[in-house]
């Protein structure tokens, strides 16, 4: 198992930045890849970016990219997302996620895809 705490979530208005955190623990995933997603009320949830946790390669949804940032601490065992220039299309509940094995693949887009998931934190954006 492994265990995934999100914190860094809440109000800001139009234009601000919020920085998120997720701690992992448990079994190591040193051959995966970290996630973040999120979830609005009535949508599905949506990729937002992924690192894999190896090589540090990084990729963004379309919608994000340019904005947001992802990157980790391998030594804290902490996944990181620096949102920035936010926008109220950005308000949802903000998942990390780990998937263990990539198949050679960098990382998924496919929340089926990743293995365990924290409890989300929600991220407000004001207009």
């Known amino acids: 198992q492994v265990q995934l705490v999100e914190s860094g979530g809440g109000l800001v208005q139009a234009g601000g930045s919020l920085r998120l955190s997720c701690v992992a623990s448990g079994r190591t995933f040193s051959n995966g890849a ?3 997603f999120r979830q609005a009320p009535g949508n599905e949830r949506e990729f937002v ?7 540090g390669s990084a990729g963004y949804a379309a919608s994000v990219k340019g904005r947001f940032t992802i ?3 391998k030594t804290k065992n902490t996944v990181y997302l620096q949102m920035n220039s936010l926008d109220p299309e950005d308000t949802a509940v903000y998942y990390c996620a780990v998937v263990r094995y990539l198949y050679g693949y960098a990382w998924f887009v496919e929340p089926k895809r990743y293995d365990y998931w924290g409890q989300g934190t929600q991220v407000t954006v004001s207009s």
């Open 34 to 36: 970290m996630g973040w």
């Open 49 to 55: 970016a992924a690192i894999n946790w190896s090589t």
């Open 71 to 73: 990157w980790r601490d």
